[in-house]
């Protein structure tokens, strides 16, 4: 018969001082786990919502950005052309030509600024990018130095907020509109007209990228593999969605990081467990030859402090959840080694998130119980009873 | 005090196991915070070399990838305190596979001839550096660089260029050894030049400059970013060290990051001592209602077990510093491209204020409960029966 689960609570309520101190070192460790966890799950969810899946981005061959990408307006105008290419309501082909480059903003957290992704684009940009609106203020009108900046970034930079005046290119641009991406990339780019920037940063005919939306879902790898190997056009394509999932490889340093803090901190959690535990099986040991005496066998005396040990780490992990939640939906930036800019998303803590931290500490709660419970278990009733 | 050591050690050597699992949790939490702090240090604190003191960058002021004319070579070259500028211009391109990180590593064009006077902190030997400067299509690579990939001089070193299209080879002429980074690729700038569209052509996106004394790194800085305020490409100007550090900052807030662990690491170990000295403390009221017996003042009876728990925790602070200096090796030869972790170590000033934090840590987490089991009636304290 298994000893009932009411006497391992009352006992860890009887020791609230140990028990406290013991599940808050457990608490912190899985805190640690999953603010760093939360913030790669942020950028992967931010990647994940970014694209269109009909939509293929083509750059220059070689390139693996778009800022080190270049299109001429005439690779352009062969480009638009290719079958299978979606149409407007003007019957235009949905082709967007874009410039993309970084302009350094400063903000007071940051005085020497962070790269931030410069977008030039043409109004069928935003048409084939349906999922952005503006929230604040008015898209910009071609031909003026105006920007709409992302959500993101007008909270995070004073210098992207409405009103704001950015100094590049050959003048001031005026932050006109804030969009909202859906979630997406959008919301960590500064978006200005395509000839209007092009043209202050002397490079007219030569910009970065072409989106595209493929008719159809069958057609969207036809039209990837007739632009590879169109010889003339000489560039790559990709589905817009596989562009901006590869960029997840950015968050490989601090996932690495934040999961070597906590594996190490998790090993010096253990052992605290460990040690109270021990001291838990020591103070009882009175106890614990009542219970044999009462009939309880040895294995439901290990089965029993095990099971004290992993209600103890529950609770360390439930705490541990509880502290990194409000961190859910705060707005960070990461360096985002491909684009070479920083990406601004949100952190998120999910569920699975939440399940994974309370599997961490009840395997520091294993860890820590099982020799202690061992111990308990191999006591003999007459020297338990005598209390050595 | 030194009178009552025998008593301390026995008392700190009676639970062995808790001891040993205290010193070795503690240890831990102490190997990482010297890692962590002694990363901090070598982001934010570390001391330039004499050398890179006197090197200063000037980039386009709007980023690193808008270009700037190399008209202002000659003008920066000629502000007072300036020894020598150099071009050096961002390859980019791709070794092999790019998507694998570890094939990841710049590569910079620069002109060979100005290469001594702007990095003479550099182990380049003479005939190697000739080498590289009369073969148009060589290079040289870092140390660590050279050994992660197994590059030996004449090795053929295929690229793929993005911003600069089309593939080339580059013959290694020479490996250099610096104090400042290992792991960098550099090319001559005439090669780059050909394969430059008219747009580039006359344009670049950086200058390292060498200063005369580093007292001039400050005024020429300002000088130069004065004298191009007015010209359609205004530049920012810094010190090498303030511009690597800046590199630092696009990865997030780092600072923040680094704090807000250290804080959650060291809030464990305070609770985890705290809860061992706390265990021992009780056990021992008996112990403590003889020693007042034998007239120990409740002052002296608090000290003996607040040395206990400082020689704990100390005992964890030597281990886990030990295991830091231990790790350091790995974080020396891991790749990094953002900042100089060559010589990465726990230093000196790291290494203490550990040691004295975790004496503190000892004093803190057993401060309460010796301070209950001193004052505690000696007839209490007897009857105790925990």
Redesign the interface.
Known sequence: MAIPISYNWRNLVARK??TV??A??IA??V??LL?ALALVEGLRGMLDSSGHPLQVLVM??????E????VTREGFQDLKLKPGIARSKSGEPLASLEMV????LESP??P????INLRGITPVGFELRDTVRITAGRMFQPGKREVVTGQGLARRYPLARLGAKL????GEWEVVGIADAGGGAGNSEIFADLNQLSSD???S??LSSVLLRAADAAGVQALINDLENDRRLNVTAMTEKSYYS?QA?SA???QFVGMF?AV??A???S??A???M??AVA?RSAEIGTLRVLGFSRPAILFSFFLESLLLSLAGGLIGVLMVLPLNGVT????N?VT?S?STFNFRVTPELMITGIVFAMVMGAVGGLFPAGSAARKQILSALRGA | MTKYLPLILKNALRNR??SA??I??????L??LGL?MALYHAFYFSEPTSDQALRVVTRN??????PMPLSYQQKIRQTPGVRDVMIMQWY???YKD??D?GN?FARFAVEPDKMATVYPDWKLPEDQRQAFARDRTGCVVGRKLANRHNFRIGDRIPL????F??KIELTVRGIYDSNTDNENMFLQWDYLKEMM?N?RMDMTSMFVLRVERVEDVTGVSKSVDEMFRNA?FQTKTESEQ?FA??FL?????VKLFLF??CG??T???L??S???M??SARERVREVGILKTLGYTPGSIQAIILAEAVCIAMAGGVLGLAMAQGLTSFVRSAPSMLADLSRFTIPAPVAVLCLLLAALIGVVSCWIPSWTAARRPIVEALRFN?
């Open positions: 001082t140990t101190m013991t808050l070192g912190l460790t805190a640690v603010s220059r061959k070689g390139s693996n950005a800022m080190t990408s270049i480059t970084v302009i350094v957290e940051n020497a600024g962070i790269n100094r590049f290119g050959r940063q002397n490079r005919e030569a590869a490889s490989s340093t601090i803090v190490v901190m090993v010096g959690s052992f605290a460990m040690n109270t021990y001291a103070r960070t930036g990461y360096g080694m070479f920083e | 196991r808790r699992l205290t070795i949790s503690i240890a831990f939490s190997c990482l962590l002021r709007v980023s690193l990838t808008n980019g391109g791709a790019a998507r990180p990841m793929e260029g993005d911003i299209p089309g569209s747009r359609p303030a550090i800046s900052a696009f990865l997030g807030n807000s662990i959650a690491v809030f464990t170990i609770l985890v705290g809860n061992t706390a265990m925990d």
